[in-house]
């Protein structure tokens, strides 16, 4: 494990500028957005602020999802993506996105349990396309 990495990652958070989850008059568009189905609260919260092409029922672990769907599309295009979910299923996309892409990053605490957050990957790839 590359332990500068998760460190950097663990930190992320506290470095990013305030405004990704600042609420608006339209909800969010994400490319992807998740929500944790063992509390009541986390679809009706992802519903007020986020509009996604593909809503995923997740229970806490991320591995699924990383292995079916972004692990593939993270390397092709820029993803946003959204979430209402325990602290750990976003901590761990994070960190699976920011070993080989650029990673923008906000959580909110909205409970004891769930987090509100949005993670803008930016692929390594595509930025040095457009440079």
Do not use: H
Request: hydrophobic share 45%; aromatic share 10%.
């Amino acid at each position: 494990m590359n332990r500068r990495l998760f460190i950097g990652t663990a930190l992320l958070p506290f470095s990013m500028p305030p405004g990704i989850l600042a609420a608006g008059d339209s909800p969010m568009a994400a490319d992807m957005a998740f929500f944790d189905p063992r509390f009541s609260d986390s679809a009706p919260a992802l519903g007020d602020w986020v509009r996604a092409s593909a809503i995923r029922a997740v229970n806490g672990d991320v591995t699924q999802v990383w292995n079916e769907d972004l692990k593939r599309l993270s390397g092709k295009m820029p993803l946003t993506l959204a979430g209402v979910t325990t602290e750990s299923f976003y901590f761990c996309l994070q960190y699976l996105l920011q070993e080989k892409n650029t990673v923008t990053a906000e959580t909110l605490r909205i409970n004891r349990n769930l987090f509100a957050w949005v993670i803008v990957n930016q692929n390594q790839k595509t930025m040095t396309e457009m440079s």
